[in-house]
């Protein structure tokens, strides 16, 4: 009986505590969103950068498989239904997994530019807010550049628990637009970066024109005519030399930025696919043979088509790719496709000279005989193109507008149904988002 005493006045006392008390409290640590400021934009910045480059790590694996680049070799027949060319599936579950990096990215890029913009009213806004805000609009840029190239329809607009409908296959092109709008306003800030971004809008440029030749689909007519891309490619030469390298730059002491389905890890470190034998020599039939021993004739199997020996140019992408392990770095503007802007708008408005001239640029980095019309010129374009742009998510696009398939896929298969396919709007989005019928 004491003891039930005792519990009945700790319980009497307990409640009467508690109805004397409040529970809320102000916690000087407890950060709210609402309460960001100017002193976060720095680190808010490079927070997209990692978040944009996971996402381009994630979406180039599947992308690559999808084309001549890579083959599948593990376990998981999503892969090999990408190797196949099997691109339209909502369900494959790799470009399921990489749709909410690259959307996470987008809705970031859009948010952190959006804050900035805010911020740049403020008194505080400092020559260093000023150059995240560069930086931050050209990532931006990146991952629209990105989106457009890769997928035939996407979500932009949706936040957080907000749904957006989709943008629709047709107006994808806009994309592009939006990239150089933000290439635009991060020019205008005038805080450095100009070479890089002047570069970047050259190719989403180019990049435009060769989305309209595979939207619909125009082999007849494939080469891109682009007076605009081509004067934006020689300006960025001008300011940053004939080799440079845009670069998205992965690290292992942040090895959030490479997700767990990014292509390095699943190439380099997982196998679950390797570089095809239509580009390397592989062995054991899982890794290049000899990538860091300097010969390009141990490990590349595709030759140059005017000099007959293992490709030099192909040989400095396998290799870069192969010797980073799980941490390389992704080219997403450089000096060699400028020259290829630059090339291809040539050829296109019968100026073979011109086109002579730009191949030669190339050509002249890896000590290649200059090019003479030894073969046919587009042929030229379209070798060049495939080996200085290796991996760095170009190949589907021209696989498509050369007439040139991946000796990978199927008679069934949606890339050769319907050429011109790139990844679909993905099962997880379809589910949750209300908009999309």
Known sequence: MKNNIIKYFGIVFSI???????????????????????????????GLEGVLIRAYGNILAPYSVASDEMIWIGSRDAWQQLNFGNLGNIGNEFVDAAYFFVNEARYWADDVIARGVEFSTSNAFSASNKADLARAYMYGAVIYIVIADMFDDFVVGSAKTEAAPPVGASNMSSLYDTALGYINSALALNAGLTGELTALKARATFAKGIWGKVNPLNTASPLVSSADAATLAAAALADLGTDFSVNLITDPSAPETIGELDIAGEVNDRLEMRLSNTYVISTDLKRPDSPNDGDPSTTISLKDPIDDIADPALYRHVAAFTNAGRFPEYPVATGREMHLI??????????????????????????????????????????????????????????????????????????????????PITISEIQANPNIQ
């Open 342 to 423: 630059l090339a291809e708008n040539s050829l296109a408005n019968g100026d073979n000279a011109g086109f002579t001239t730009h191949i030669n640029h190339i050509r002249a980095m890896d000590g290649l005989t200059p090019y003479s019309g030894q073969i046919d010129a587009q042929e030229m374009l379209l070798h060049s193109r495939r080996v200085n742009l290796f991996l760095q998510g170009r190949r589907l696009s021209d696989h498509y507008r050369f007439a040139s398939p991946s000796e990978y896929w199927i008679p069934t298969s949606v890339a050769t149904t319907a050429p011109g396919s790139f990844f």
């Open 16 to 46: 009467l505590l508690f109805n004397n008390c409040s529970l809320d409290a102000d916690n000087p640590n407890n950060l709210l969103e609402e309460g960001l400021d100017i002193r976060a934009f720095g680190p808010m910045v490079n």
